[in-house]
T-cell receptor, first 109, second 114 residues
Framework: GDSVTQMEGPVTLSEEAFLTINCTYT??????LFWYVQYPGEGLQLLLK?????DKGSNKGFEATYRKETTSFHLEKGSVQVSDSAVYFC????????FGPGTRLSVLP | EAGVAQSPRYKIIEKRQSVAFWCNPI?????LYWYQQILGQGPKLLIQ????????DSQLPKDRFSAERLKGVDSTLKIQPAKLEDSAVYLC????????????FGDGTRLSIL
């Protein structure tokens, strides 16, 4: 079946550092890809998405590019802030929705 | 726009008891999902409804879990009897369509089994 693999956390960065959270997937066909974020004490919310190869999703300074050749959808941000501290989930929609295990990000001032 | 509403927020029961969770999706959203999120893991899809029909329940432990969405709006998820391994957050989500539409999540119900 479909699956999503994410880099293990926690990831700890200083403010203004560059962020990459790796995500790779296994799926038949051409799934849609998503990043969801869960801030402390809040529910899951969509951060960005891409629906076809080479699409780039972006939001709040975060971006991710759908790479079919490497089956990846890595999340990047050029300069993180303390307010970006959260758990980030990579997900796909192929046959149904499948979520990765999540990566906890802590940004220190 | 009102978000996805879930209740209760917290529930503590003993093993072998039964429990039910309620979800009211965003108005107009045809697709409703129930997920189980065990601590430290990503959400795992239990069941997906399109209006009042089941689209996918392949990961629902049907010997103890049941769900319904009788009028295509609200939904309930029931566990009977509960086991210790059912301790988790149960998330409800809704979306406009069935395919790759983004989901809107509720705050979840945190279930603890003693």
């Amino acid at each position: 079946g479909d699956s999503v693999t994410q880099m293990e956390g926690p990831v700890t960065l200083s403010e203004e550092a560059f962020l990459t959270i790796n995500c790779t997937y296994t799926a038949t066909g051409y799934p849609s890809l998503f990043w969801y974020v869960q801030y402390p004490g809040e529910g899951l919310q969509l951060l960005l998405k891409a629906t076809k190869a080479d699409d780039k999703g972006s939001n709040k300074g975060f971006e991710a590019t759908y790479r079919k050749e490497t089956t990846s959808f890595h999340l990047e941000k050029g300069s993180v802030q303390v307010s970006d501290s959260a758990v980030y989930f990579c997900a796909l929609y192929g046959q149904n929705f499948v979520f990765g295990p999540g990566t906890r990000l802590s940004v220190l001032p | 726009e009102a978000g996805v509403a879930q209740s209760p927020r917290y529930k503590i029961i003993e093993k072998r008891q039964s429990v039910a969770f309620w979800c009211n999706p965003i108005s107009g959203h045809a697709t409703l999902y129930w997920y189980q999120q065990i601590l430290g893991q990503g959400p795992k899809l239990l069941i997906q409804f399109q209006n009042n029909g089941v689209v996918d329940d392949s990961q629902l432990p049907k010997d103890r879990f049941s769900a319904e969405r009788l009028k295509g709006v609200d939904s309930t998820l029931k566990i009977q009897p509960a086991k210790l391994e059912d301790s988790a957050v149960y998330l409800c989500a809704s979306s406009l369509g069935q395919t790759n539409q983004p989901q809107h999540f509720g705050d979840g119900t945190r279930l603890s089994i003693l």
